[in-house]
């Protein structure tokens, strides 16, 4: 077990940028649909001020999700993430745009999935996370498996797991504690 965090703490260290599915990862995986069609889902704030956290401390953060949702470009645009790749039938067909966009090796890259469409980009990347209540087959290939089921926190748990990581997070209490 203490091998597994040393390697999880070793994955996470060299992360430049987290890149998240949505459905199962920033949502519990429910999809809301109102009687005029109309697509809801639920995001937890401490996901998103974990996002905000990485972003303020350099680490860029980005979305790649097989369904397309307005909701999703909305929360995006409201935690300043710019990468955004909706509807991807390949997800790793995205991952390779951002990586080159971003001038990133797969090393500096985390992603967090939860489902088996995920496994190609899990396998890629440098720092790969399963969300507690992932697949069988999605925590097999992940380094570090959350604590927290996604949408409820599992997303700031990564953020924290990254700071933590770069040495970064004392800093950032420290801050909340002198304000």
Sequence with gaps: ???????ADRCAKGVKMLLLDVDGVMTNGGIIIDDKGQELKVFHVRDGHGIKLLLMNEIKVGIITGRESEVVKKRAEELGIEAVYQGCRDKTEAYEKIKKAYKLKDEEIGFVGDDIVDIPILKRVGFPVAVADATEEVKTVAVYVT?????RGAVREVAEFILKAKGLWKRIIDEYMEA
Excluded at 147 to 151: F, H, P
């Design 1 to 7: 077990m203490e091998m597994a965090k040393k390697r």
């Design 147 to 151: 604590e927290t089921r996604g949408g």
